[in-house]
C-alpha cells in the first residue's frame, strides 16, 4: 500500500477497505482517484474472495467533500488542453454508476463532511454509515453549477420536496436528518466508528445480499436523535411545491411576511435570503433537473447530468462561482444571467441538449 497515494486500498479479511487520503484538503477527488478507484472496484466486483467493500475519508475532518472543482476552473480558464473539463465530469459519474450498481454490499463511512462528489461515493451504496461529525450537502447552486453525481436520481426520490430543498439551498444536514431522509442507513457515534470497521473485516459475506454487513453494522447502531427536517417537512413541502423557482421564492416571501403569526417566519426569509445569493441559473437548472428525473433511471439520469455538466463548463456562472467562493473568496459573484426573470425557458432547455457522439451512455 503506497501511503503517499491519494487513494489507498487494502484488503482486510473479506473487505476490499479503501481510504480517501487527502485530509488536508478534505479528502475532495481528483480525477487520479477516480481512475484509481474504478479498476479496483471493478476487480472487487468479480473476485470472490472480496464479500464487501468499504470506503472511508482520512483524518477526523471529512468523508470527501466533493469533487476537485477548483482543479476542474483552473483547467477550463486555461483552455483546457487536457481535457479536464471533458473528463472528469465523465469519469466520475461512470464511477457514480459503478457505485450504484456494485453486486455486493458498498459500506460508506461518512462520518465527516460529505457533500458533492463525496455524496456521489457513499449515497448510492446499500449502506451508508453516519457518525456524530456527519454534514451532508449538495451545495452546487452556490458555485453556478448543479446538483450532480446523481442528484437527479435521488434528491427527487427523498421524502416530499426535501430534495428539493436541499438542492437549491445547499442546506447541511446531520446525521439525524441523513437517518430520516434516508441518505444514511444507519448511525453509529464516532468514537465506536473503528470498532465497526474492524467487526466489518471479521464478518462474513455469505453473498446473500448483505445480510452479513447489515448483523455487523446493526451491532453499534443507536439512535441519532430527532430530525429537523422531519419537524420542518410539512412546511417544506407546502413552500417548495411551486410550479416554477419564482413561485417558490414568491411563497418563501409571502410566508417570512406573515410574521410571527405563520410561525417559520423567520426560517423563510432565511431561505430567501440564501436562494438571492445562488445562482439563478444554477437553481432553475437543478429545478428542471429534478423534475425530469423523478422519473428516469440511474443510468439515463447520468447521460442527463453529463449534458448539463458540458453546458456549465461552456458557460459563464461555474467560473464566476468558484472565483468568488474558492480562488478570490469574496463571496460575491456576478452571475449571468443575474435574476431569475432573465433566465428564460430556452436558456435552461438548452443545458439538456444532447451531445451526439461526445454523449455519457452506458
Not at 487520479?32 to 472496484?41: D, H
Amino acid at each position: 500500500m503506497d501511503e503517499t497515494a491519494e487513494i489507498l486500498f487494502e484488503r482486510r479479511g473479506a473487505i476490499g477497505l479503501v481510504t480517501l487520503s487527502r485530509p488536508k484538503a478534505l479528502n475532495a477527488l481528483t480525477l487520479g482517484m477516480i481512475r484509481a478507484f474504478q479498476p479496483v472496484l471493478d476487480a472487487w466486483a468479480e473476485d470472490p474472495g472480496v464479500g464487501a467493500v468499504v470506503v472511508r475519508g482520512a483524518g477526523e475532518k471529512a468523508f470527501c467533500a466533493g469533487g476537485d472543482v477548483r482543479a476542474v476552473w483552473q483547467a477550463g480558464k486555461a483552455g483546457d488542453e487536457g481535457g479536464l473539463t471533458r473528463d472528469f465530469f465523465r469519469e466520475e459519474y461512470i464511477l457514480n454508476r459503478t457505485v450504484f450498481r456494485f453486486p455486493k454490499p458498498y459500506i460508506a463511512l461518512i462520518d465527516g463532511i460529505t457533500m458533492g462528489g463525496g455524496v456521489g461515493l457513499s449515497v448510492h451504496g446499500m449502506i451508508r454509515v453516519a457518525g456524530d461529525r456527519t454534514l451532508v450537502a449538495m451545495p452546487e447552486t452556490a458555485i453556478g453549477l448543479f446538483p450532480d453525481v446523481g442528484g437527479s436520481y435521488f434528491l427527487p426520490r427523498l421524502p416530499g420536496k426535501a430534495g428539493l430543498y436541499l438542492a437549491l439551498t445547499g442546506h447541511r444536514v446531520r446525521a439525524a436528518d441523513c437517518r430520516y431522509l434516508g441518505i444514511a442507513t444507519h448511525y453509529v457515534p464516532t468514537d465506536r466508528q473503528e470498532e465497526l470497521l474492524q467487526a466489518l473485516c471479521e464478518a462474513e459475506f455469505p453473498g446473500d445480499g448483505g445480510s452479513g454487513a447489515e448483523a455487523a453494522v446493526n451491532r453499534f447502531v443507536v439512535h441519532a436523535g430527532g430530525s429537523e427536517m422531519h419537524r420542518r417537512q410539512a412546511l417544506i413541502d407546502r413552500l417548495f411545491c411551486g410550479e416554477s423557482v419564482e413561485a417558490i421564492v414568491s411563497a418563501l416571501e409571502a410566508a417570512a411576511a406573515k410574521g410571527e403569526a405563520e410561525g417559520d417566519a423567520g426560517w423563510a426569509a432565511e431561505q430567501v435570503d440564501i436562494l438571492h445569493k445562488r445562482s439563478p441559473t444554477s437553481m432553475k437548472v437543478a429545478f428542471e433537473q429534478l423534475r425530469r428525473g423523478a422519473n428516469l433511471t440511474f443510468e439515463d439520469c447520468m447521460t442527463m447530468e453529463y449534458r448539463l455538466s458540458q453546458a456549465a463548463m461552456a458557460g459563464h456562472n461555474f467560473y464566476e462561482g468558484i472565483r468568488a467562493v474558492l480562488v478570490d473568496k469574496d463571496h460575491a459573484p456576478a452571475w449571468r444571467p443575474a435574476s431569475l426573470a432573465e433566465v428564460d425557458r430556452a436558456l435552461v432547455e438548452s443545458h439538456f441538449k444532447p451531445l451526439g457522439e461526445r454523449d455519457l451512455t452506458f
